[in-house]
């Protein structure tokens, strides 16, 4: 919903769905909200999706399929009460389409670390950066980063964006009390799973909120990364229903001859220098058109963008990518903001959606000939490979 105040009587709670936040703007709530509530919904899929983190990756390069298509869903619950009584408690009922049993707990965490951005590997050498799509790098990439230059530990300073800003909504340290789920009950939605229905949550330190979805998962990416001729790449992909826009992102590198990475490669879609930050979480339609207009993000439209040949070449040995389509957003408030603009707004609680689906790729050399594949015996040497490195050096050399 791009921010239009499309009115949704609740059944039962008199809830009222609205674009929240452009009306807050307008007019603040005389109080409140007491309670905020947070959804994330995601769909994975490629190599993300083979089982989770690089283990998937290695499985799908040892050759398990690349279609499969996994579920994501986040819920974070801030009040500004305290427990009425006893502990903490409070629990998210579902439609049954959501496969999750009756409810899910929200659970209460003693500590909560804050989302920050690292590099998928540390390299030794240098940092390449490249941004933009086209057959040829643009004058002046890549900007190179010494690491021998940065003191240790620390990350490389301006490497990440400042322009986007995380914003998971309620959290341990803007709420009196908190709960976030998956949690220790062991459930995670399903790869069948729906959002559509009436979803309440209730609990101990804030007011019952109670809304109905129409909006579900979106739907899943399909990506495909050709070489061309001329050294450069197309990444094409599926339109997503809903999508607001796209941005990918890549990084590689060369390995060393101990099967660590050396000179580090990584490349956005954006016009701009643009990496990380709230660039990996979900976004508003609101915030999505924004970044859309100075090109940060690719348009809803687009279907295709050309990885320059000088990032393929920086990053010989392996590379691996991601793309996002960000997507749609549903919000509610309970009470509806009076049409009287002198009556006074008392806020009780709101409630905001948000969705994505990502996918991502591997694109390494001499693929169809690595240990694992059909017909291919197993490497016999056995050893312990170092970080992602060494990990992909070693399926690219047959060992460590």
């Avoid at 970044?291 to 993000?297: A, C, G, K, M």
Wanted: glycine share 14%; net charge positive; hydrophobic share 40%.
């Amino acid at each position: 919903m791009a921010f239009n105040r499309r009115i949704a009587i609740l059944a039962g709670v008199g809830a009222v769905a609205l674009s929240v936040w452009p009306v807050l703007a307008q007019r603040a709530p005389s109080s409140g909200p007491v309670a905020r509530y947070d959804m994330r919904a995601g769909t994975v899929s490629g190599m993300m999706a083979m089982g989770g983190g690089m283990g998937g990756a290695l499985g799908m390069l040892g050759g398990g399929g690349g279609d499969k298509v996994q579920k994501e869903l986040y819920l974070r619950l801030g009040s500004s009460q305290a427990p009425a009584k006893g502990a903490a408690k409070a629990d998210h009922f579902m439609p049954p389409v959501a496969k999750l049993g009756k409810s899910v707990a929200l659970a209460t965490p003693k500590e909560e670390k804050a989302g920050s951005d690292e590099l998928p590997q540390k390299p030794k050498g240098r940092i390449l950066i490249f941004w933009g799509c086209g057959e040829r790098a643009p004058k002046g990439q890549p900007v190179v980063i010494d690491l021998a230059k940065v003191a240790a530990g620390q990350a490389p300073p301006g490497l990440w964006t400042a322009a986007v800003l995380r914003d998971w909504g309620p959290t341990l340290q803007n709420s009196k009390t908190f709960g976030r789920w998956p949690a220790e009950d062991r459930k995670f939605v399903k790869a069948d799973s729906s959002l559509i229905g009436a979803h309440r949550v209730a609990g101990n330190y804030s007011p019952e909120i109670a809304f109905n979805l129409t909006q579900d998962f979106m739907a899943a990416l399909r990506a495909t990364n050709t070489a061309n001729a001329s050294g450069s790449a197309l990444l094409s992909w599926n339109a997503v229903p809903g999508a607001t826009g796209y941005l990918a992102w890549m990084f590689g590198g060369k390995m060393g001859p101990d099967g660590e990475m050396g000179d580090m490669v990584m490349w956005t879609s954006s016009a701009s220098r643009q990496f990380g930050g709230g660039l990996t979480d979900w976004l508003s339609p609101g915030q999505v058109a924004g970044l859309v207009r100075d090109r940060t993000v690719m348009a809803p439209a687009t279907t295709s963008c050309i990885i320059p040949q000088e990032v393929r070449k920086a990053g010989p040995d392996f590379r691996m990518g991601m793309l996002t389509a960000y997507g749609p957003e549903e919000n509610f408030a309970y009470p509806p903001r009076p049409a009287d603009p002198k009556a006074a707004w008392n806020l009780v609680w709101t409630a905001r959606v948000r969705h994505r689906s990502m996918t991502s790729w591997m694109d390494m050399p001499g693929m169809a000939g690595m240990p694992g594949q059909p017909g291919e015996p197993p490497p016999e040497k056995k050893c312990k490979p170092k970080g992602i490195g060494g990990m992909l050096g070693g399926v690219i050399k047959g060992g460590c």
